[in-house]
């Protein structure tokens, strides 16, 4: 970080903030945001429900809809199973 005077890593988003703004930066970021107790990201508070849904669950994967790169990983993994089961 590149801000003169001590840092210290908040608790929420474990981003670098300078101590003297530390307290409210936290509070700010405990009232909004939330780990994801699946996979420790850092996630909206509002959207929580449906990370969980999109990233974690046992949804079979060509009915969910999401356009980050781990659903399309899972997606090319399925296909990828697909294949392979077809031409054996």
Do not use: Y
């Not at 508070?45 to 849904?53: D, K, S």
Request: charged content about 25%; proline content about 2%.
């Amino acid at each position: 970080m590149d801000i003169k005077g001590s840092s210290s890593i908040c608790r929420t988003c474990r981003k670098e903030v300078l101590v003297d703004n530390l307290a409210l930066h936290e509070s700010h970021c405990g009232r909004f945001l939330c780990l994801c107790p699946d996979c420790g990201e850092t996630v909206s508070r509002e959207q929580l429900e449906q990370h969980r849904l999109e990233e974690h669950s046992q949804v079979p994967i060509f009915t969910k809809k999401s356009n980050t790169a781990a659903a399309a990983r899972a997606r090319e993994g399925a296909w990828q199973e697909i294949a392979e089961q077809v031409n054996a």
